[in-house]
């Protein structure tokens, strides 16, 4: 009877522990028992990839099967290495490889969720949190490739508000999201509860993007936003001081760049430096660059899409921080740009550009970062001729070839071992008939632009950080001093007015990009003539004329006074409206007509009639 009793009991264990193990258990082709959390079920998933890699032809049942797996070994090895420059195609492969791995493993959605439990997504991290936003948005926007911007503008995170968390002043208005912002936004859109898939892409999405990719930025990597940065706000001493509470820290200082304003993500965070360094290598590795090294802490890179990725690390840096500028070809038309948010005449500004780009005019597009400069400029080349363009860079940025690949453009820049000197001599030897500087932003390129407007270019287009044409004309003559090139600052502003006729200046008004103006630079010496002496009935209304002419020989001899300017077009921003002022000159519209076709001149004299009531005649 006893023995029969510590049978049955031993029976009934037996069943309990069964039972126990296989509601923890995940089945696989190899009945593996794994822990059913995102850290393991993440080391699975990557083994199972590794292995896939490294799997052996010599049991294949023939050479075209053999062939097979070399080649799937192939694919899989550069998705997975392409993958971590963020390369869209190659992550969506990976994601498919690990989807196709996940279902495998993972049966049903009970057993998804004890992963990553979606229904009550309250219980998981923010950043899972924001990778559920982040798939729900892309299901509900009208393009899944514009969710994120479609997102920020229905829940207004691009809008500024006014929040009181005990730190900021609460009258201070802030672009920001905070952790109760994306519930709500959650709360909101998640209307429909998910199906299987749907938990193994997200599993599939979260081991890819915290794993083997760029983390908590991966996400915003791959959306349509202008740009985004991290490690730029919060303590960097919270952990030493003992704070581990503080609300903003180094470690959660994601910010993105949406429709102009800069939001901040708080809710996001990497936990630690040594992530940020992981993906502050992986942002910038793309290309044949020097590896982000404690001896070498910094690096400006261009990514595979051309975005422009300035990370920084310590010692350098007071923490790891990272400065990714995007710049998409997609759609950078006038239009677009200049077109949106309800503002009136925009094609008077689009109409301008366009024949200053069609009549050769040079022409500076200058203003603040971030304001749209470099957009701008690519929109504009839409308007040259069939002809040579020939660009220096500091960086790739205008990638005018994929916006215009009939045109014949030639781009380069310096390196370590070619000087920005080097690399304009070669252009001169490239057939240039157009040339553009991405960005004067050195005393070196200052130089380098001025002498493309002298040697071998009919016409000269730049960018340029000046609040207006003064501290353009002047900052561009201060670095040609710099640069050791001019010894007199007189002779530099001169070649300065030679070169630079026109300036298109961009700003900010209410966070909406806008052309601030557009105005004509004029060397006063030498368009404007000294006033005539006229016949006096006094001796002292003669020695007036005489001290006056005096005056303005000696204003115009020094640097106070070397050049004036014209606003042509200006944005009015109580009308939001784009309106003509003054009268463009005749060596403008001279110089325009000379080099537009026969059939462009009327068109060009018309437009000139119409803005400006001018009576011109070809």
């Known amino acids: 009877m006893v023995g029969l009793c510590i049978s049955l009991g031993v029976v009934i264990a037996i069943i309990l522990i069964w039972y126990y193990l296989q509601s923890k258990k995940v089945l696989g082709k190899d009945e593996k028992l794994i822990s059913l959390s995102i850290d393991e079920l993440a080391e699975t998933v990557l083994d199972k990839l590794s292995d896939e890699i490294s799997a052996s032809t010599s049991t294949a049942a023939n050479s075209r099967i053999a062939e097979s797996i070399k080649y799937k070994k192939k694919m899989l090895r550069k998705a997975r290495d392409d993958a971590s420059y963020g390369i869209a195609a190659n992550i969506e492969y990976l994601r498919g490889v690990f989807i196709t791995i996940l279902q495998d493993i993972i049966p049903d959605i009970k057993t998804a969720r004890l992963v990553l439990d979606f229904e009550e997504w309250r219980t998981i991290i923010p950043n899972f949190q924001w990778e559920l936003l982040a798939y729900i948005a892309g299901q509900k926007a009208p393009n899944r490739r514009v969710w994120f911007t479609w ?71 791959l959306s349509n936003v202008d740009g985004f940065n991290f490690g730029a706000s919060g303590s960097t001493r919270f952990d030493i001081d003992g704070n581990f509470d503080a609300p903003y820290r180094y470690t959660n200082s994601i910010w993105v760049q949406v429709n102009a304003a800069w939001i901040h993500l708080p809710f996001l965070d990497f936990y630690t430096e040594d992530e940020m360094n992981r993906i502050a290598l992986q942002l910038s590795s793309y290309g044949i660059t020097e590896p982000l090294t404690e001896k070498h802490p910094y690096k400006v890179n261009d990514a595979y899409d051309g975005a422009r990725v300035n990370v920084i690390r310590g010692p350098m840096g007071e923490c790891t921080g990272g400065f990714v500028r995007k710049f998409s070809a997609s759609s950078y038309t006038l239009e677009s740009l200049l077109n949106h948010g309800g503002v009136k005449n925009w094609e008077l500004v689009r109409d301008d550009i366009r024949w200053k780009m069609r009549g050769l005019q040079n022409s500076a597009f200058t203003g603040q970062q971030n304001v749209g400069k470099t957009s701008m400029m690519k929109a504009a080349a839409f308007y040259l001729r069939l002809v040579n363009i020939r660009i220096l860079e500091m960086s790739f940025e205008l990638a005018l070839r994929e916006l215009y690949p009939w045109l014949n453009i030639f781009t ?59 501290s353009l004309v002047n900052g561009l003559a201060n670095q040609l001093v710099q640069s050791g090139e001019y010894a007199d600052k007189d002779v530099a502003i001169a070649d300065v007015l030679a070169v630079v006729k026109h300036d298109v200046h961009l700003d900010f008004f209410n966070g909406k990009r806008r052309v601030a103006y557009i105005a004509e630079i004029e060397p006063l010496n030498r368009l404007i003539p000294y006033p005539e002496l006229k016949a006096s009935d006094s001796v002292i209304g003669a020695i007036d004329q005489l001290a006056s002419l005096q005056r303005e020989f000696y204003t115009r001899s020094t640097d106070r006074v070397k050049f004036q300017y014209h606003v042509n077009i200006a944005y009015d921003e109580k009308t939001n409206s784009y309106i003509a002022k003054d009268v463009p000159s005749i060596r403008t519209i001279q110089g325009i007509l000379g080099n537009l076709t026969e059939e462009e001149r009327p068109q060009y004299i018309d437009w000139l009639v119409k803005n400006w009531g001018l009576n011109v005649c070809a």
Not at 161 to 174: F, Q, S
Not at 212 to 220: K, M
Not at 437 to 461: D, H, K, L, N, Y
């Open 151 to 221: 997102l920020f503008e229905k829940m207004r995170w691009d809008k500024p508000i006014r929040l009181d968390d005990g730190i900021a002043p609460p009258d201070y208005d802030r672009y920001i999201v905070t952790q109760e912002r994306l519930e709500a936004a959650i709360e909101e859109l998640y209307t429909e509860p998910l199906e299987y898939y749907d938990y193994i892409y997200l599993l599939a999405t979260c081991i890819y993007n915290y794993y083997l990719g760029h983390g908590c930025l991966q996400t915003i990597r």
């Open 412 to 470: 380069v820049r310096p390196t370590a071992t070619v000087t920005d000197v080097e690399a304009q001599d070669i252009l001169k030897k490239t057939d240039a008939y157009i040339s553009m500087a991405g960005e004067v932003a050195t005393a070196p390129v200052a130089a380098r632009m001025i002498q493309f407007g002298f040697v071998g270019s009919a016409a000269t287009f730049f960018s340029y950080h000046s609040v207006d044409v003064p």
